[in-house]
């Protein structure tokens, strides 16, 4: 499978951070498109059977799969390792940030709730915060970058699950039952500053890409800020058009 097969499974799953990454250089796209084919498989194997013990063989299988491809073997039995194996034998570190991934996605086989904020926030940083951190070192990150990368990524992450969360409980989930609407409130707060303090940094051009995936964070977090029961209602977000016009001012000022 290529890169740009890769492509179209993230167009369908992630159409969000499709449209992120095709607005990168072509080069880029070639190393993030198997990156989030392989994180979009990952994030659906505790969906794909009603039995948590099943979706946690399915997590397992691509634990063994990421660190068989890493040391140069060989995995049959999905489309998307063939794109991904030369970049884990390529990016040291790489393997270990999707397997790290794919361990906190056995949280998603089960339904109970976190306990607290820093179980959530455990979850964000170990799901979002390593995908972000594997998109910069694909595209030449430093470990100097990555205290940056994760300051964004986790408030970036932050929106999604805010984002998710009605169709988390939908689903049979309990999100955020621990956090009334001030800790809401308090952890929108805490991502709109830290995505203040990425954008101050500076982060260099090359790995800008990798932050496009979360240009209507900040957005989503000032929402959550000024009501936090806008989460439980569903009303998030803005329109296809304002979030298109948001990643194209960013694309544009090359900032995050």
């Known amino acids: 499978m290529s890169w740009q097969d890769c492509a179209a499974l993230v167009e369908t799953g992630d159409p969000a951070r499709f449209a992120a990454t095709m607005a990168a250089p072509v080069s880029a796209?070639?190393?993030?498109?198997?990156?989030?084919?392989?994180?979009?498989?990952?994030?659906?194997?505790?969906?794909?059977?009603?039995?948590?013990?099943?979706?946690e063989m399915r997590l397992q299988w691509w634990i063994d799969t990421i660190d068989d491809l890493s040391a140069g073997g060989v995995r049959p039995g999905h489309p998307v390792t063939e794109a991904l194996a030369p970049m884990l034998v390529e990016h040291a570190g790489l393997s270990r940030?999707?397997?790290?991934?794919?361990?906190?996605?056995?949280?998603?086989?089960?339904?109970?709730?976190?306990?607290?904020?820093?179980?959530?926030?455990?979850?964000?940083?170990?799901?979002?915060?390593?995908?972000?951190?594997?998109?910069?070192?694909?595209?030449?990150?430093?470990?100097?970058?990555?205290?940056?990368?994760?300051?964004?990524?986790?408030?970036?992450?932050?929106?999604?699950?805010?984002?998710?969360?009605p169709e988390l409980a939908?689903?049979?989930?309990?999100?955020?039952?621990?956090?009334d609407r001030d800790m809401l409130r308090d952890l929108a707060d805490a991502g709109l500053s830290a995505i203040r303090r990425a954008r101050a940094a500076r982060p260099r051009r090359a790995v800008l890409p990798a932050f496009w995936t979360g240009a209507e964070a900040e957005a989503v977090l000032g929402q959550v800020a000024a009501d936090p029961t806008r989460i439980e209602?569903?009303?998030?977000?803005?329109?296809?058009?304002?979030?298109?016009?948001?990643?194209?001012?960013?694309?544009?000022?090359?900032?995050v």
């Open 97 to 165: 940030l999707l397997g790290d991934i794919a361990e906190a996605r056995r949280r998603d086989c089960w339904a109970e709730p976190f306990a607290d904020r820093a179980e959530l926030e455990s979850y964000i940083d170990a799901t979002a915060g390593n995908l972000m951190w594997a998109a910069a070192g694909v595209l030449g990150a430093g470990p100097e970058d990555e205290a940056t990368v994760r300051l964004f990524a986790n408030a970036a992450g932050m929106a999604a699950y805010f984002l998710a969360a």
């Open 29 to 55: 796209r070639a190393r993030l498109m198997p990156l989030y084919a392989a994180n979009l498989e990952i994030a659906r194997a505790p969906w794909a059977a009603s039995d948590p013990v099943i979706g």
């Open 170 to 179: 939908a689903r049979g989930r309990h999100p955020l039952v621990f956090a």
């Open 233 to 255: 209602a569903g009303r998030l977000g803005r329109s296809p058009l304002a979030g298109k016009l948001a990643l194209a001012r960013r694309v544009m000022m090359r900032t």
